[in-house]
């Protein structure tokens, strides 16, 4: 006997990906009840899942990441379906497909091939980027590879890795050029490499870290003792290690949307569950309206993010690196839109959300880390304010919507495949909501198209005034607001009927999906519009205040709420 509903990432990815091959077999593995008790006995012991890993490689999960087949649908997919059951496990497993990142983008064919015999044989893989030092600031680091005759030796510090001390395969950032003068903030660009190795005796595993989530995940650290490296264990050239890094985290952000889309799938299933099962006034607190709201925004976030979730992997696996655009978006917005979801769901569960020993207090734990994984909030926002100004002051010069049908139709694609001198695809979002809203008739795509078109104006406003330069708080906001919008344009695509059928996917979404971008427009639309008008005031210009003005109210008919509130509701 198992539990296996399928979630809104399931209901919203094409049926080729998700219940063919490999994925399929871990999904039942996943489900099974002494996988769950094997899941909750590592978190409460703050062990290794080693057990449970174990399960998934006897059911072929190192073919979904072996290079000559690991594409994003099916590594973003198996991120999804690892977080709904238990973060630790869904950062364990995908740590393997990080570390390998620069190995698909970059790596020889000899590489790529030892790495396929070495994960057919059981091996995991981590990647070695941050030092305690430095932490994200990549460019401070200090661990080194000192060329000698053949090779090289490897010294220094690794610390906060996932699979620190338990993996077997490692993909180190090191620096290959002497260090900058003191007073230098950053290195060189060129001054750090990537090398490929394997865990041997001059690799010392450093103690693991205690962390609030994730808790029975391996997050430790190495220290290199002269540890030998041949020519051959360089990934790409000598000096190209930072860029294949910020090749692979543009692919690597979709993943982490994934976690998130997951995890807020799982905590939907507790609250739910609680709400319909937990009597207190003569009959379960799901009748209660306040109880039931709760549960209808949770229900909207769900299929929101993974909407979000989904397109960036789609757009991953049609772009690879050139899609990083998407995958910043959906890093940012899924992450921070799920911890609302999860705080939905604490308000439903009570006292019992913070309770160890039930499974709800997992996800409030874990969810908070997604927003730093990777990357933080920060960065995501920094990246997508580059791309707004090009948005606000470029005319758009042909139709979007052939192109998203390429995104939405592509077949799965090895990542390797994406290698090519890559073009980043990152349309303007307002002639993308137009486009789409000509095509489909969809009101609430209108009403994005509107938000999509004040956003603009706003940040036109914000450039003239000089305000965009001088005030970084600002540009985060206006960019926060750019990620939503996006996150509501990729709810319509997916879960609207008609935009499905504009687009050329099958129709076929649930009722209760497709009662979704209605409200989530409402909802979440409306509150962006305000968020809009309140950044307008802050601009202080007559452009900023002119540029809200076209700012359209959109009601949601009454029955995509009802309907939501009815299948929330439902006891049987």
Known sequence: MTDRGEIAWQRLMRDDICRTGPL???????????????????????????????????????????PDRANCLELNTLDALTARRSGSLA??????????????????????????????????????????????????????????????TLQGEKHLINGGSEHDLLMAFLRTR??????????????????????DATVEPLPRWRTMPVRAADISGVRFRDTWAPDDAV?????????????????????????????????LEIALRHARTRDVYGGPIVSLGAIAEHLVRMTVLD???????????YASNRFGSGAGYFGAVAKYACCRLAEEAVGEGRHVLGARAFLESLPYARFVRDVPLYGVFDGTSHVMLDELGAQMMRFATTAR?????????????????????TRRTWRPYAPALAGRCGDLASESGSAPVEALADLALALDGVTRAARATGRWAAEQALRFELAAVLAEIEALLAVCELASPACRVTLGLPDGVTETDAAVPGVAVEW??????????????????????????????????????????????RTD
């Open 524 to 569: 979440l639309g409306g509150r962006l519009a305000d968020r809009l008008r309140g950044l307008s005031r802050a601009v202080g210009s007559p452009e900023a205040e002119k540029a809200v003005g076209v700012l359209s109210t959109y009601q949601a008919p009454g029955q995509d709420r009802a309907l939501l509130r009815e299948a929330v509701t």
């Open 178 to 199: 002497p260090g900058p003068p003191a007073e230098q903030r950053l290195a060189g660009l060129r001054d750090f490499s990537l090398f490929l190795l394997e865990r």
């Open 397 to 417: 010069t042909r139709p979007s919507t052939d192109a998203l049908r390429s995104v939405y139709l592509a077949k799965p694609q090895p990542i390797r495949a």
């Open 303 to 313: 299929v929101v993010i993974a909407a979000l979730a989904v397109k960036a992997a």
């Open 24 to 66: 399929s077999d871990i999904e039942d593995y996943l489900a099974q009840p002494s996988t769950t008790a094997m899941l909750d006995e590592a978190e409460r012991r703050g062990a290794y899942p080693r057990a449970v890993i174990g399960g998934l490689r006897a059911r072929a999960l190192a073919e979904l990441f072996v």
């Open 91 to 152: 950062v364990s497993i995908g740590s393997t497909a990080l570390a390998l990142l620069p190995v698909y983008l970059s790596g020889s064919d000899e590489q790529c091939g030892w790495v396929a015999r070495r994960l057919r044989a059981g091996a995991s893989a981590a990647m070695l980027l941050t030092e305690l030092d430095h932490g994200s600031n990549l460019l401070r680091n200090e661990a080194a590879a000192r060329r000698g005759d053949g090779g090289f």
């Open 235 to 267: 990934v790409g050239r000598l000096g190209e290690g930072f860029a294949i890094v910020q090749k692979s985290l543009m692919l690597s952000h979709g993943g982490v949307a994934a976690f998130a889309s997951g995890a807020v799938s799982g905590a």
